[in-house]
Each structure stands twice: as structure tokens, then as C-alpha cells.
């Protein structure tokens, strides 16, 4: 699925009209909200209309369509203004973009480890799962100091399109061992670059630099099993 915020990463509130309707629900032409997905939470935000607005409390994508579910049954058509909630995509922009650093890191510095799990959450931490299984916890724990040098460094973060054969054929490209992000409907996958650093593929919304980012710290190291290490990283600000 080829989103709006991947291409307009920040217009956040958009002029639309609704393409389909149910009790609580409603499609929209076009949207800013990030559906959710590769660990990123979907947006929050609201719809407004001529004469009322509602919360909207979710997505789902069914049948290729995204709905957005609403806290209303009220009858809502015809143009409205869908707005996401600016500090809550800012948190997941910056959480998502520094997991991406430390990915990186632990990429280069550890044999090519994998992910196997990633989840932010919006009190502005998140943990990512690695298949570790060998790993110094104290060696993990020292990526920090890297990982804010390169936030400071304020790198560029862009991205592009390439087929799904090639990312597949290039080693490093799909970086999480169970799951890659889906293809787009012209069989390309989205490819996000720290310039210099990293290329990965993902699906997610991510600051345009790293420095948009405040310093992270790791919380804590975990193992889960035998296999992997749970790393917790949380904003050094507080969103
Ligand atoms: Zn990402």
C-alpha cells in the first residue's frame, strides 16, 4: 500500500472528502494517518467536519481499504479536514529513526544480526528484539555513546523505491528476520537510508535527520530466550 505520509512525511492535516462510510468508520480520498505497522503505532488525530469532529481511534486496513475508526456513529460525508496528532507522530518519528541507528550499530558490530521484534510505544520508549545469541550485554550497552554521536551528526535520512527482487538479492536490505514490509502494488519495496550509515527496508515515518531526534539512552538489556536480546531504548526528553 502506497501511503500519503510516506511521500508527504510532514503535512499532517489534509483536505479530503470521505469515499466510503459505515456507523463508526469512514475511508477517506486521501490521508496523512500511518495506518501502523513495523512497530510503529498508528496515528492519532481527529476528523472535522462542517458542524462536528471526532476522535479518530484507530485504523484498519481491510480489503485494501484504510478505515478509520471513529468515536462517533454519526453520519460523516462530503469534505473534512483529517488532522494527526503533531506530538504524538513527532515521538514516533524520533523513536522510529533512532531504532533505526541502533539497528545500524548492532547490525555492523555484531555479525549481521538480525531483528526479530521491534515495538515503540508513545511514553517515548521502544525495544527491539535481535537474534544475539552470543552477545555482551556490557558491548551492547556501550552502543549508546555511538548512537547520540550520530544523532548529534544530525545525518540525513531519505529514501527510495527498488524492486522487490533486488532488495531481496542485496544482503543487509531486509534487516528483520521474520517479516519484510510488504511490497507496493508495482512490486517494489521502500528502501529508507541514513546516509552513510544504513539501508534498510521499511514502511515507517521517519524524521528527515537524525538530529530531529533528542539523545536516547538504553534502559536495559534483556534476554529472551536463548536466541534473543531485548534492547530498551527511551527519548532522553520526555515527549
Ligand atoms: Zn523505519
Known amino acids: 500500500m502506497h501511503l500519503y505520509c510516506h511521500d508527504h512525511p510532514e503535512t499532517l492535516s489534509l483536505e479530503t472528502t470521505v469515499d466510503d462510510a459505515q456507523p463508526g468508520r469512514i475511508v477517506l480520498a486521501e490521508t496523512p494517518f500511518y495506518p501502523g505497522g513495523g512497530g510503529q503505532m498508528a496515528d ?20 485494501g481499504k484504510l478505515w478509520h475508526l471513529l468515536d462517533t456513529r ?5 469534505t473534512v479536514e ?14 522510529h ?49 555511538p548512537i547520540n554521536d550520530l544523532i548529534r551528526q544530525d545525518i540525513a535520512v531519505s529514501f527510495v523505491y527498488v524492486p522487490m527482487h ?8 531486509i534487516r528483520s528476520r521474520s517479516v519484510a514490509p510488504p511490497p507496493a502494488p508495482d512490486g517494489t519495496i521502500r528502501i529508507v537510508e541514513i ?14 535527520s537524525t538530529g530531529g531526534s533528542p539523545p536516547i539512552r538504553i534502559l536495559k538489556i534483556d534476554n529472551k530466550g536463548r536466541h534473543n536480546r531485548r534492547v ?4 532522553a526528553e520526555k515527549p
Request: charged share 20%; aromatic share 4%.
Open 44 to 63: 492519532r488525530g481527529i476528523i472535522r467536519w462542517h458542524g462536528g469532529e471526532a476522535k479518530v481511534t484507530g485504523l484498519e486496513v481491510s480489503a
Open 74 to 78: 454519526a453520519d460523516v460525508s462530503g
Open 82 to 95: 483529517a488532522v494527526v496528532d503533531p506530538h504524538f507522530r513527532r515521538t514516533m518519528r524520533q523513536l
Open 97 to 145: 529513526t533512532s531504532s533505526h541507528v541502533l539497528n545500524a550499530l548492532v547490525f555492523q558490530q555484531f555479525d549481521g544480526a538480525l531483528v526479530t521484534g521491534v515495538q515503540m510505544a508513545e511514553d517515548g520508549t521502544a525495544r527491539m528484539d535481535f537474534d544475539l545469541p552470543a552477545a555482551d550485554n556490557e558491548r551492547l550497552r556501550t552502543l549508546e555513546g
Open 166 to 173: 533486488e532488495a531481496q538479492n542485496t544482503p543487509g536490505l
Open 195 to 208: 546516509t552513510g550509515l544504513d539501508r534498510q527496508a521499511c514502511g515507517g515515518t521517519h524524521l528527515a
Open 232 to 235: 530498551r531504548i527511551g527519548l
